[in-house]
């Protein structure tokens, strides 16, 4: 196991896989319960322009990922201010501009291997600069999430009584469509932009179904998390397999298995 570290990609990897497990259950957890999981696959349809942008002109997809997916998200709030009653309209409307956005940027991509890595996730792909960008908006996440905890909190539950009760309603939901954002922008070079907003969702849920508290489930969709991502990492390695896909797979069977012995109890 230990021999495994020698190899720098790998190092990063599981680097990476610490920060997603860390960061993404602060933003999952709020999507679950407002029941907004629509929001991940519209910003990761939306990713997968940026990534496809970013080949095509020569910089750095995460970079071109961040950026396109920070403007989609902002968006998304604009339309729902013009859709009062209606929020699912506006992430349907973003997520299949992206859908025919990224099917015409594709003609213009050269070297669909580059480009499947970012689909389904890679080992190799995260290098020292893209470990960087993940370290510092990784913390930007973790501290804006951590600052706003008590009204991300009160929204995800109730958002009415949240607004009553004298919190910024908007500028918090503005403000939790960018980190998701950007949490979706970092996740995708390791997980695969197809991917990642399953496992925004999916150690969440395996959290729920063990009925603790906001925080408790937090921390234990963290560490759902991480096992998943290493596990997925692991059996990628050593099977020749998706980092991504395989992470995904590891996840649904493990909530199943938690689901099935919960009923046997």
Do not use: W
Not at 3 to 12: A, G, I, N, S, T
Not at 219 to 239: K, Q, R
Request: a neutral charge; proline letters at 2%; hydrophobic letters at 55%.
């Amino acid at each position: 196991m230990l021999e495994l570290f020698q190899y720098d990609f790998l190092q990063r990897a599981f680097i990476v896989s610490a920060v997603l497990a860390l960061v993404m259950p602060l933003i999952g957890i709020v999507i679950v319960n407002k029941n907004i999981s629509v929001i991940g696959d519209a910003l990761s349809h939306t990713a997968l322009a940026g990534v496809i942008f970013g080949l095509i002109i020569g910089v750095n997809p995460m970079v071109s990922t961040l950026v396109i997916v920070v403007f989609a998200s902002i968006l998304i709030e604009f339309l729902r201010k013009n859709f009062p009653g209606y929020s699912s309209i506006s992430t349907t409307i973003v997520m299949s501009f992206s859908i025919g956005l990224a099917s015409v940027l594709t003609d213009f991509v050269q070297g669909a291997s580059n480009l499947e890595s970012y689909l389904f996730g890679s080992l190799v792909a995260i290098g020292p600069e893209d470990l960087k960008i993940v370290l510092g908006l990784g913390l930007m996440v973790f501290l804006f999430s951590i600052y706003f905890y008590k009204d991300l909190q009160h929204i995800s539950f109730d958002e009415t009584s949240a607004r009553v009760g004298g919190t910024r309603v908007d500028l918090v939901n503005f403000i939790f469509t960018i980190l998701t954002a950007i949490t979706i922008a970092v996740a995708s070079r390791t997980i695969g932009v197809m991917i990642v907003s399953s496992m925004l969702v999916i150690p969440v849920a395996c959290s729920i179904q063990l009925r603790m508290s906001y925080l408790k489930t937090i921390i234990s969709s963290s560490i759902f998390g991480f096992a998943f991502m290493v596990l997925g990492l692991l059996s990628s390695f050593y099977f020749d397999l998706k980092p991504g896909g395989t992470t995904v797979i590891i996840a649904t069977i493990s909530l199943i298995i938690i689901i099935l012995l919960k009923e046997k109890k």
